[in-house]
């Protein structure tokens, strides 16, 4: 959900909590606004749930727009089979390495990818090799095997957290803090599994724009050479 007045957006995804509440009855309770301000905000077209823009009686469902970020993360950077690692580490050979994905946290998330040029490579090059697999899958649509691996990650990821009392303890903990929502821990395999191609691609198209980013290049310091190692 995302509602902005021309100065400010935000965006943030449905707690399991809110999940059936009328639209301008969910922002009152997540951004601390009226119910009267809420639907003013929605009544001039500035609220928008998954990408389409809202209706103050329209229903909201927790998390779609959450899994399917996650599920577009994955695709684009988590691992060796993903479009970027094939791209720039594995074909041309530009990174060395690669990731995607908007983390979690309380509000407003960042998508960030993030890779590291090797030596002798250009910065420019990989910047425009990234912009190149973004913008495709813009335009076309993920694929049925691309979705299966996300949703066997999630799975492999669910099992992973169950193997010690500390893993499912802070488990419960960050999904009752972050999403008020500690059975989120037994649901979330289900809930990526339920993302389809076209929710994952209205996330790339509306959210990762070239005009809502940023772009930091890191260089290393130009410090005095490091000592050779001695020999006993």
């Known amino acids: 959900m995302s509602p902005s007045n021309g100065a400010e957006q935000r965006v943030v995804s449905v707690p399991e909590g809110l999940a059936g509440e009328r639209v301008d009855a969910a922002m009152a309770r997540m951004f601390g606004v009226s119910r009267t301000r809420a639907a003013a905000l929605?009544?001039?077209?500035?609220?928008?749930?998954?990408?389409?823009?809202?209706?103050?009686?329209?229903?909201?469902?927790?998390?779609?727009?959450?899994?399917?970020?996650?599920?577009?993360?994955?695709?684009?950077?988590?691992?060796?089979?993903?479009?970027?690692?094939?791209?720039?580490?594995?074909?041309?050979?530009?990174?060395?390495?690669?990731?995607?994905?908007?983390?979690?946290?309380?509000?407003?998330?960042?998508?960030?990818?993030?890779?590291?040029?090797?030596?002798?490579?250009?910065?420019?090059?990989?910047?425009?090799?990234?912009?190149?697999?973004?913008?495709?899958?813009?335009?076309?649509?993920?694929?049925?095997?691309?979705?299966?691996?996300?949703?066997?990650?999630?799975?492999?990821?669910?099992?992973?957290?169950?193997?010690?009392?500390?893993?499912?303890?802070?488990s419960l903990a960050d999904n009752a803090a972050l999403y008020n929502d500690p059975n989120r821990l037994n649901t979330m395999p289900e809930k990526v599994a339920a993302v389809a191609a076209p929710e994952v691609q209205r996330v790339v198209t509306t959210y990762l724009k070239t005009s809502n980013r940023v772009v930091v290049h890191t260089l290393p310091g130009g410090g005095p050479a490091p000592a050779s190692p001695t020999t006993r």
Request: with cysteine; proline share 2%; glycine share 12%.
């Open 42 to 170: 929605i009544a001039d077209g500035h609220v928008h749930v998954d990408g389409e823009v809202a209706g103050k009686s329209d229903r909201v469902h927790a998390g779609s727009m959450l899994e399917a970020t996650g599920a577009a993360g994955q695709i684009l950077g988590g691992g060796e089979s993903s479009r970027l690692y094939q791209r720039v580490v594995k074909d041309k050979e530009i990174c060395s390495s690669i990731s995607s994905g908007a983390g979690s946290r309380v509000g407003p998330a960042i998508f960030t990818i993030t890779c590291s040029v090797r030596p002798g490579k250009n910065i420019a090059e990989a910047e425009a090799a990234i912009d190149e697999e973004v913008d495709r899958m813009r335009s076309t649509v993920v694929t049925a095997d691309e979705l299966q691996r996300v949703r066997t990650s999630s799975r492999r990821n669910a099992v992973g957290l169950r193997e010690s009392s500390l893993g499912r303890a802070q």
